[in-house]
């Protein structure tokens, strides 16, 4: 830490020229130590519904609602403070966003 990643990530997100690019959901997350694919997954969806979802806790249906909501959206997220290098995790994540 303390190498200023967080605060270029914030000069990029906040740039004019995000802006002009024109993504439909914009999403900034903060993840800390607690990777977690089920929350983190519908962390996502509750910041894009701007609700919270009552999907429960089936890892399959929050990822085909992420699906769903993401599908034919230009989107950008960011994810800081990420500690997590558990490849396994991070595909499982990915599974909606493809």
């Known amino acids: 830490g303390g190498m200023g990643k967080t605060t270029l990530a914030q000069h990029v997100y906040n740039n004019p020229r995000i802006e002009e690019a024109k993504f439909d959901i914009k999403v900034w997350i903060c993840v800390s130590d607690d990777f977690d694919v089920l929350m983190l997954s519908k962390t996502i969806l509750n ?47 990915q599974t909606p966003l493809k």
Do not use: C, P
């Open 47 to 93: 910041k894009i519904t701007k609700s919270k979802d009552d999907s429960g806790d089936d890892l399959e249906m929050v990822h085909g609602r992420l699906k769903e909501k993401l599908s034919g959206n230009k989107y950008l997220f960011v994810l800081d403070d990420v500690w997590n290098e558990d490849r396994d995790q991070w595909k499982a994540l």
